[in-house]
């Protein structure tokens, strides 16, 4: 059986490859599949516009990019077998990887770069300058004649002939290195410079006129005899074929086959867990933390979007962490959609409905929320406080903080450590030496930034412990999110239910309290200290709070006796009693504003305190004072005067006066702003195949019905009511006849049919090349004759 022919273009190439193959392209274009693409020539079509082939590049690793710029550099087409020796390896792989993706199409024999690959690597692949015939070509003909004439060629004034036989001449090697055995001093330090690239050098007056014997220098012996050529008025060129012959016929210096290598520092398992679950518990409660205070009082929204700069200085207070790791808390709370915009006519950044939701949760499923909001996420937080374009410095929450590559970048930097050992760590620079190789054309100062601010990001959130991939971490990785939640889970310390009271009014958690525990506790106390143990301190302010709260001091006392190991100290107890006798002593109601007590020596006091004088205080009755102020401004101002006042209702009655949480509406998480199509999945793949394969029928159809047509005899023009009488004529006769008919689409054809029967404006006939019954519409018949 012959062997098939050699397909002539990237479609009948594409229409020859196996189902297979095809979802292979479209798994590793992804551009490709959307939309669906009608036919292999429509894909063909999207496989080589710019957009899809810069795409496609980008994706590609140093191996590839080189045999990809080895196949620009040789003549189209090529074989494996050229590359691999221009290449300096065996490049039927590299190859191979290329073809399944398209952008290189044929058998190994005759092999073609696609157009858009060689336009897009740019007019010096592999630091390689133009063709002999390119360099060459800007000379006039007299000039060429002279280069023929002091190379000892025979000359010709024709300027086509001139460059055949000066290229012919100068692309042999052997050429090239006997001219420079004869050659003057510094000839060869000049082609040195050239030879690996850049290609071009400077050179003053480059476009003048030199002849051999005059030649002064090394530059004007070398364009005098070809072997540079002129590209511009001060520029000058070493010619694609000389420079391949001073590198031994190599495109590169070496094929870069093997990844830079990765040192490696390993950790103890117990160090890398530590250390990952530490700064897992950290993150939640400082993104818990920033909830609970913008709850309170959240900060404005910039009128260009985004946070202020006073605003995360405040936070970055609040939290006590610096603003790098206050913008990292901020925005990652946000692209969790825990806080938002509240889109009101003066916006507020406040907590999401949603944040409730995840302060309810265990620290394994918020820990969860964050981080796989993190991974895909196009927000680089550590980019606030750079300055953009216009000298603008970008803020937390702003609109410039997305870039496209940072999802990429993530994945790359966590595969890469996903490989090595467990428990091991690598550093950042060669992290980054790896991704450059594993994308060279992706490569950039912001690319290896990202690498930096992944490991910073990541280790924060304790995805890497000690700057190792950790269990949970793999599992995020793999997309096992139940795996990664259950790892994370097995490395935290188990929760406490008890601390150690003591009589310095404070309180130590030897662990991680369980949640309920620890926020009724903040209620009553101001953690001090964090670290393997938690500190707690009481005080008459963090009391009162707990006592405004609604709490009793019985209330509070049992629930610290419940709480401590050792029992209640008497200095704490003492503590909550006298802030409990004291609280509410005090009432503050309307008249615009009225304090009450049943002391009047207490109030008496209260008048005569100067701090009080702005509230216009005055004596209704022994235990009854009335006041212009507004309750809320009494209620601050005795408050700080040592006071403990309580508001009190309309019938007497203590008001329990909670801080009000503000909460936005319901609002999504930010996407990810990539400007990428999102991976195909099977279904589409499969989608996409299938569809392909349908235009390549409805193609071949198309072909077979003009190949049927050939024969058939001109048809004459009738009206329907002809036609209609032929036809019925033909059938009664039981004759074959051709027709001329259009289709619903438009599309116009001829059929040799044997008409059966005429009904209804319709005519059933058997269609001799379908071999099948089918029916046409009489009004759609444009002519009629007889096949005999």
Known sequence: ??????????????????????????????????????????????????ASTQRALERLDTPSVQVAEVLAVLPDPTSVTAVSKAWGARAGDVVADLRRRALVWGPDRRLRLVAAVRELLGPHPGGLGPTLADALGRRSPQRLAELLEDLGLEVSHDPEVALQRLTAHLAVP????????????????????????????????????????????????????????????GTVVLPREVALALRGGRVHRAPDRVPPALPVTEHPAARVLGASAEAAAEACRLVAELGRAWGQAGPGVLRAGGLGVRDLRRAAAALEVDEATAALVVETAWVAGLVADDGEVEPRWLPTPAFDTWLEADLPERWLTL????????????????RDAKDAAR???????????????????????????????????????????????????????????????????????????????????????????????????????????????????????????ARRLESLARVESRGGAT????????????????LTADEALAFLADLSATGVPQPLE???????????????????????????????????????????????????????????????????????????GPAGELLVRRPAAHRTTARPAPRPVTGEPPAPGPSLVAAAVQTVRGGDDDLAERERRRDRQKDAPALPTMDPSTSLSVLREAAGRRRPVWIGYVDATGTAGRFLVDPLGVDGGRITAFDHAERTVRSFSVHRVTGVVDAD
């Open 174 to 233: 052997a050429t090239v290195q006997d001219l420079l055995a004869g050659a003057p001093e510094g000839v060869r330090a000049v082609l040195d410079k050239l030879t690996w690239g850049p290609p071009t050098g400077a050179v003053e007056r480059a476009d003048r006129q030199v002849r051999a014997a005059s030649a002064t220098g090394p530059v004007e012996w070398l364009l005098s005899h070809g072997l540079l050529a002129v590209s511009g008025p």
């Open 1 to 50: 059986m012959p062997p098939a022919p050699a397909p002539r273009t990237l479609a009948e190439d594409l229409r020859a490859r196996a189902d297979e193959d095809l979802q292979a392209l479209f798994a590793a274009r992804p551009d490709l599949a959307s939309p669906l693409p009608t036919s292999s020539t429509a894909l063909a079509t999207r496989a080589t516009t710019r």
């Open 395 to 517: 803020n937390a929450l702003g609109p410039d903080l997305d870039r496209a590559s940072a999802p990429a970048v993530r994945h790359a930097v966590l595969t890469e450590l996903a490989q090595l050992p467990a428990h091991a760590a690598a550093p950042v620079p060669d992290l980054a030496a790896r991704l450059r190789w594993a994308a060279p054309r992706r490569a950039s100062r912001l690319r290896d930034d990202l690498v930096g601010w992944t490991v910073r990001d990541a280790s924060w959130l304790g995805v890497l412990g000690a700057g190792a991939l950790t269990p949970a971490g793999r599992a995020l990785l793999a997309g096992d999110e139940d795996g990664a939640r259950e790892a994370l889970a097995a490395t935290l310390p188990t929760p406490v239910r008890e601390v150690l009271l003591q009589a310095d009014l404070t309180a130590v958690a030897p662990g991680p309290l369980e949640a309920s525990a």
């Open 535 to 550: 500190v707690y301190r009481f005080d008459p302010a963090t009391v009162r709070r707990g006592l405004d709260e609604g």
């Open 574 to 648: 003492y503590l909550v009693r006298d802030m409990a006798r004291r609280h509410g002593r005090v009432r503050v109601g309307r008249a615009a504003a009225y304090v009450r007590a049943e002391d009047p020596a207490l109030l008496a006091e209260l008048v005569a305190d100067k701090r009080c004088a702005p509230l216009g205080l005055r004596a209704l009755a022994p235990t009854v004072l009335a006041s212009a102020a507004e309750p809320d401004e009494v209620l601050a101002v005795l408050g700080e005067v040592g006071a403990a006042p309580a508001a009190e």
């Open 371 to 386: 981080v796989t909001a993190w991974l895909p996420s196009t927000r680089v937080p550590a980019m606030v406080g750079s």
